[in-house]
């Protein structure tokens, strides 16, 4: 149980890669917070990952798991939403362990077009909501991490990042 009793923040928390990101937080014995920018699809996500793994662990892990994920609504680009998520994880858990920087804020038209098609304007909001937001919660996060005198910041990338957009890989995905 590496990650026993340590309280992770996973910023959009409800997509894919979310979703298995607070999995495997839980069986190895962390808190998962569920931080995203739909509450609605954060609670979905929390009750499918509660429905897999109770099928598929042990008795005394299964009667756990729905204490060992929170949501939170978090909108990443937004100062005042940062700074109510972190207050109210601090709230209820005293503490915050680790922010793993996941989610994925775009505009409307992103994805809507092929790569020839994309505006260069749109690309430049799509940047701006994309680094900054990882920028902004990393910046939030390590003010309460220094205050608290600990605290890990993992920021995700993708393959996707290296070349043109490929906006097909996530067909059947919605923005959420």
Same mark, same amino acid.
């Given at each position: 149980?590496i990650l026993?009793?340590?309280?992770?923040v996973?910023?959009g928390?409800a997509? +894919?890669?979310?979703?298995g990101f607070?999995e495997?937080?839980? #069986?190895?014995?962390?808190?998962g917070v =569920?931080?995203?920018i739909?509450?609605e699809a954060?609670?979905?996500a929390?009750q499918? =990952?509660c429905?897999? +793994?109770?099928?598929s662990s042990?008795?005394? +892990?299964?009667?756990?798991i729905?204490?060992r994920?929170?949501?939170?609504? $978090?909108?990443?680009?937004?100062?005042?939403? $940062?700074?109510q *998520?972190i207050e109210t994880?601090?709230t209820?858990?005293?503490?915050?362990? *680790?922010l793993v920087?996941? *989610?994925? &804020?775009?505009?409307?038209m992103?994805?809507?077009k092929?790569?020839?098609e994309v505006e260069?304007?749109?690309?430049c909001a799509?940047?701006?909501l994309?680094?900054?937001?990882?920028?902004f919660?990393?910046? #939030?996060f390590?003010k309460?991490?220094?205050? #608290?005198?600990?605290?890990?910041i993992?920021?995700m990338?993708t393959?996707?990042?290296v070349? *043109? &957009?490929?906006?097909?890989?996530?067909?059947?995905h919605?923005n959420g």
């Amino acid at each position: 149980m590496i990650l026993q009793d340590k309280v992770v923040v996973v910023t959009g928390g409800a997509g +894919l890669i979310g979703k298995g990101f607070i999995e495997s937080i839980v #069986q190895h014995g962390g808190i998962g917070v =569920i931080a995203d920018i739909n509450l609605e699809a954060a609670k979905a996500a929390k009750q499918a =990952i509660c429905e897999k +793994l109770t099928n598929s662990s042990s008795q005394q +892990l299964a009667s756990d798991i729905s204490t060992r994920i929170d949501c939170v609504m $978090l909108d990443i680009i937004s100062k005042t939403s $940062l700074e109510q *998520a972190i207050e109210t994880i601090h709230t209820h858990y005293g503490k915050i362990d *680790a922010l793993v920087n996941n *989610a994925y &804020p775009r505009t409307a038209m992103w994805g809507k077009k092929n790569f020839f098609e994309v505006e260069y304007e749109d690309f430049c909001a799509n940047i701006n909501l994309q680094m900054g937001g990882y920028f902004f919660s990393s910046q #939030q996060f390590a003010k309460y991490f220094k205050k #608290q005198g600990f605290g890990n910041i993992i920021s995700m990338s993708t393959i996707q990042g290296v070349y *043109a &957009p490929k906006f097909d890989t996530y067909i059947g995905h919605t923005n959420g």
